[in-house]
């Protein structure tokens, strides 16, 4: 099974910031990589698929890129609805999900 | 797309539960089908895949336990959950599989809770 090294664990930004998180595979996923954002209490909302392609309706301050093995994800600007945590999934083979990373404003 | 989960509940170890997916808004029997899990607390686990042509794979924690299964007729996804673990205890969701097999859509998910 491939593993997804996501970091950090936790995020502390103000209102404006930029903040980044990475996946790191365990082996190339050749791009097939998606970002969740999940409040409390609701399932996870898909925020970006195939590395860098915007789902419908996410802001455009919301960002990824990379390639074979890295990854990362970034929010410009970041606002407080977007208080969340944030996962990685890798789908190049069996899905499996980074360990998350909870974004909370200092 | 509107996918709801229920069957969820308080079991004892080593019993069984049956959770179902009601779905619709698309071509159910077009689309392969995931479970999902999340602990409390903690982060998201894939439990098991159907395809639209019933095929099956599922995760090596849930393998011989859990059955996925589906009825196009009702446009139904289940995931059948035998000798149950404390371990198993999670919101378990269920999800749509995109045409590039990432989760597109997902349900708000039902409380599974294994104890004596």
């Known amino acids: 099974d491939i593993q997804m090294t996501q970091s950090p664990p936790s995020l502390s930004a103000s209102l404006g910031d930029k903040v980044t998180i990475t996946c790191q595979a365990s082996?190339?996923?050749?791009?097939?990589i998606a970002w969740y954002q999940q409040k409390p209490g609701k399932a996870p909302r898909l925020l970006i698929r195939?590395?860098?392609t915007l789902e419908s309706g996410t802001p455009s301050r919301f960002s990824g890129s990379g390639s074979g093995r890295d990854y990362s994800f970034s929010i410009s600007n970041v606002e407080s609805e977007d208080i969340a945590s944030y996962y990685c999934l890798q789908y190049d083979n069996l899905p499996t999900f980074g360990s998350g990373t909870k974004l909370e404003i200092k | 797309v509107q996918l709801v989960e229920s069957g969820g509940g308080l079991v004892q170890p080593g019993k069984s539960l049956k959770l179902s997916c009601s779905a619709s808004g698309f071509t159910f029997s077009s689309y392969g089908m995931h479970w999902i899990r999340q602990a409390p607390g903690k982060g998201l686990d894939w439990v098991a895949y159907?395809?639209?042509?019933?095929?099956?794979v599922y995760a090596d924690a849930v393998k011989g336990r859990f059955t996925i299964s589906r009825d196009n007729a009702k446009n139904t996804l289940y995931l059948q959950l035998n000798s149950l673990k404390s371990e198993d205890t999670a919101i378990y969701y269920c999800?749509?599989?995109?045409?590039?097999?990432?989760?597109?859509?997902w349900g708000q998910g039902v409380m599974v809770t294994v104890s004596s």
């Open positions: 999800a749509r599989c995109s045409w590039e097999d990432y989760f597109d859509y």
């Open positions: 159907i395809s639209s042509s019933s095929g099956t």
């Open positions: 195939y590395t860098s």
């Open positions: 082996q190339n996923i050749n791009k097939y």
